[in-house]
C-alpha cells in the first residue's frame, strides 16, 4: 500500500493491546499500519458476516456501525467485502475508529481498494502476519481470534450455517466475549448461521442501545474528536430501514415537499434507490 510505514511491535511494547494477553494463543507480535492508539479503546465491539449480504444485512451492519462508533466505541471487522466492509465504512463516516484485523501483510491489504487505504488513514490496519504476506485461506480462521479478541462483544449479522463469522463467534464465546446475533428471515440461507447462534445462546439484538446497555455502555460517550455524519436527516432516517417518503416526513417531522426533494437528491447522487410501492432505502456504497 503507498505510503504505508508498519509498525512491529510485541508484548511489552507502548501499543501493544494488553486484551490479547489473556486469550488463548496470543500472537507473538502484530504489525500496525495507522491509528494505534485506537488499541487502547476501553470500548471496542466486533461486527461480522458474510461475505455476499442481502440489502437488508448491508442496511443493519451499517446501522449497527454507525450508532456505536457515534457512541465513542471503536468497531473492529476483518475488511472483507459484505457485512464487514459495511461495518468500516459507516464507522468511518460517523467520524469514529475502526480497526481492520487482516488476513494478510497490512502492506498488501485485502482487498485492497479505497476503503482500506482509508481505513489506514483515518483507523488502524492489523496483522500478525509479517509485511509481504499474501492473503492465505488458513489465514483467516486464525486471524479472527484476535479480531473477537480485541472487542468486548461480537456482533454476527447474516451468516450461512459453516460461516467464518462463526468461527468468530466461537473463539469470541472461548475468549469470554460477549456474542450477538441478529435474527433474520427464515427462509434465507444468510439466517442460518445467525439462527444457529441464537440457539446456542447468542444474545438476539435488534438495536445497537441493546448492545451498549448489555455491555455496560448505556450511557453513550462521543469521542471528542468525532465528526458529525455527511449525512442529511432523511438519510439517517434510512439507516437500516425502507420507508415511504410519508413515513419519513413523520419520522423527521419534515415536510413531504422537502423530504421528496432531499430523496431526488439522494437518488441522484447514488445513495439512495427507490423500491416498488414507493419504498426508499440506502444504498450501500
Excluded: K
Amino acid at each position: 500500500m503507498p505510503g504505508s510505514n508498519p509498525l512491529h511491535v510485541v508484548p511489552g511494547s507502548p501499543s501493544w493491546p494488553v486484551v490479547l494477553d489473556t486469550i488463548d494463543d496470543p500472537p507473538r507480535e502484530l504489525w500496525l499500519s495507522g491509528d494505534g492508539d485506537l488499541l487502547a479503546a476501553e470500548r471496542a465491539v466486533a461486527i461480522v458476516g458474510t461475505r455476499s449480504p442481502t440489502p437488508y444485512g448491508e442496511a443493519q451492519s451499517e446501522r449497527f456501525a454507525h450508532a456505536l462508533a457515534t457512541s465513542g466505541v471503536v468497531v473492529v471487522s476483518g475488511l472483507a467485502r459484505g457485512i464487514d466492509s459495511a461495518a468500516h465504512r459507516a464507522a468511518l463516516e460517523a467520524g469514529g475508529g475502526t480497526v481492520a484485523v487482516l488476513g494478510c501483510g497490512v502492506d498488501r491489504p485485502w482487498p485492497s481498494g479505497a476503503l482500506a487505504e482509508e481505513i489506514r488513514d483515518r483507523g488502524l490496519l492489523l496483522s500478525e502476519f509479517p509485511p509481504g504476506s499474501a492473503p492465505r485461506r488458513h489465514h483467516f480462521p486464525r486471524r479472527n481470534r484476535i479480531l473477537s479478541g480485541l472487542a468486548r462483544g461480537v456482533i454476527v449479522i447474516e451468516a450461512a450455517w459453516a460461516s467464518g463469522s462463526l468461527i468468530t463467534a466461537r473463539w469470541a464465546a472461548d475468549q469470554g466475549r460477549e456474542v450477538f446475533a441478529l435474527p433474520g428471515r427464515v427462509d434465507h440461507p444468510m439466517s442460518r448461521g445467525t439462527h444457529r447462534l441464537l440457539r446456542e445462546g447468542a444474545a438476539l439484538v435488534e438495536s445497537p442501545d441493546e448492545v451498549l446497555e448489555s455491555l455496560g455502555w448505556s450511557e453513550p460517550r462521543v469521542r471528542a474528536e468525532s465528526r458529525p455524519a455527511p449525512s442529511s436527516a432523511v438519510a439517517l432516517a434510512l439507516l437500516g430501514e425502507t420507508l415511504t417518503a410519508a413515513e419519513l416526513s413523520r419520522a423527521t417531522s419534515t415536510p413531504l415537499g422537502d423530504v421528496l426533494v432531499e430523496l431526488i437528491r439522494l437518488e441522484l447522487a447514488g445513495r439512495a434507490v427507490r423500491a416498488p410501492g414507493g419504498l426508499y432505502r440506502l444504498v450501500s456504497r
